[in-house]
């Protein structure tokens, strides 16, 4: 897929995934990482049964992209899911918690948008390097 697609479509996945954080005190967003990293580690899984290196499909089926954005992913969601989570959402508590929180959500995004670069940046080498360890090179 060309990187604009993937950008708008990480970017649909993130408005979904803090919604459902925001509007269900987190357990939403935790069921729709919960279905993602089902399917994720389906795919992983298949990867390494057939794999011709299995050592190397092993050290290159998790991109390090993932694992930055699972990070950032769980952030938002623990950041978002708290006023709700907390039953109080009384206008002085909010600011309060933006206040306390506003910086790890920084950070959270953050990764996110770390995740991306990487994914750009990594995806020829990962692509090589799995086609590698299925026994195609």
């Known amino acids: 897929r060309p990187p604009a697609q993937a950008l708008v479509q990480q970017a649909r996945d993130l408005a979904l995934f803090a919604a459902a954080s925001l509007l269900t005190g987190g357990v939403g967003g935790l069921l729709l990482l919960t279905v993602a990293l089902d399917a994720f580690n389906f795919t992983v899984a298949s990867e390494l049964q057939g794999a011709a290196r299995p050592l190397l499909a092993l050290l290159v089926a998790w991109p390090v992209w993932m694992i930055v954005r699972l990070a950032g992913y769980l952030a938002v969601g623990a950041v978002l899911g708290e006023p709700l989570a907390q039953f109080d959402l009384r206008p002085a508590s909010l600011a309060a918690w933006w206040r306390r929180r506003r910086r790890l959500l920084a950070i959270g995004l953050g990764l996110i948008a770390l ?11 990962y692509r090589s390097l799995l086609q590698s360890a299925a026994g195609l090179r």
Do not use: N
């Not at 995740?115 to 080498?125: E, G, H, S």
């Open 115 to 125: 995740a991306l670069a990487l994914q750009l940046l990594l995806t020829p080498l």
